[in-house]
């Protein structure tokens, strides 16, 4: 059964600062990956979905990186902002039918 | 406005008093699903649906019913809610292929006393 964990489970930094979040899988068998973000009482916003031929997805100051065979991905936010504050959440989609989350990692850029 | 919309966004009922969450997609998306999101658990996919007619089981689907009878409502059904079930629920949809991302609706907050 796929699992998904990711790590640290929150962080704080000042403004400014790059930073990158974890994601591991444990079943290398998936179609993508995928990186949402949460904000308190909201639901998910997509912020970039990586296929399992590809190996990273840029979109702005963000950076999506996938390793299928090591079971794991990354995402690297540059210039951190306060409005970078949220809940980051990694879910791999397994065969295109099932989709496991990852527990998620709670994030404060502070001013 | 592409859109995932779910009905009631709040809902506080009473144990097996059954209940009906709606989900309706404008964007003509085959797959269509069911998460339910708990502190400490993160977000657990329920059911889901490949297309209209199809639905299956996800990894939590106890205590829960789905029907696709039109491609864009995707209705969560409980019979006798129980208090396990007070939780925060997300309906997502998307595309049929894997190349598509999902897009989620705003979260329905269920509390079962």
Do not use: C, F, K, T
């Given at each position: 059964k796929q699992e998904v964990t990711q790590i640290p489970a929150a962080l704080s930094v000042p403004e400014g600062e790059n930073l990158v979040l974890n994601c591991s899988f444990t079943d290398s068998a998936i179609y993508n990956l995928q990186w949402f973000r949460q904000d308190p009482g909201k639901g998910l916003t997509s912020l970039l979905l990586i296929q399992s031929s590809q190996r990273e997805q840029t979109s702005g100051r963000l950076n999506a990186s996938l390793d299928k065979s090591s079971g794991r991905s990354t995402l690297y936010i540059a210039a951190?902002?306060?409005?970078?504050?949220a809940t980051y959440l990694c879910a791999v989609d397994n065969y295109g039918q099932n989709f496991v989350f990852g527990p998620g990692t709670r994030l404060s850029v502070l001013p | 406005e592409a859109q995932v919309t779910q009905n009631p966004r709040y809902l506080i009922t009473v144990t097996g008093k059954k209940l009906t969450v709606t989900c309706s997609q404008n964007?003509?998306?085959?797959y269509m699903s069911w998460y339910r999101q708990d502190p400490g658990l993160g977000l657990r996919q329920i059911y889901y649906s490949m297309n209209v007619e199809v639905t299956d089981k996800g990894d939590v689907p106890e205590g829960y019913k789905v029907s696709r009878k039109e491609k864009r409502n995707f209705p969560l059904i409980l019979e006798s809610p129980s208090p396990n079930q007070t939780s925060l629920y997300f309906c997502a949809s998307r595309f049929g292929t894997v190349t598509d991302t999902q897009y989620f609706g705003p979260g329905t907050r269920l509390t079962v006393l």
């Open positions: 951190s902002q306060p409005g970078d504050s | 964007m003509n998306h085959e």
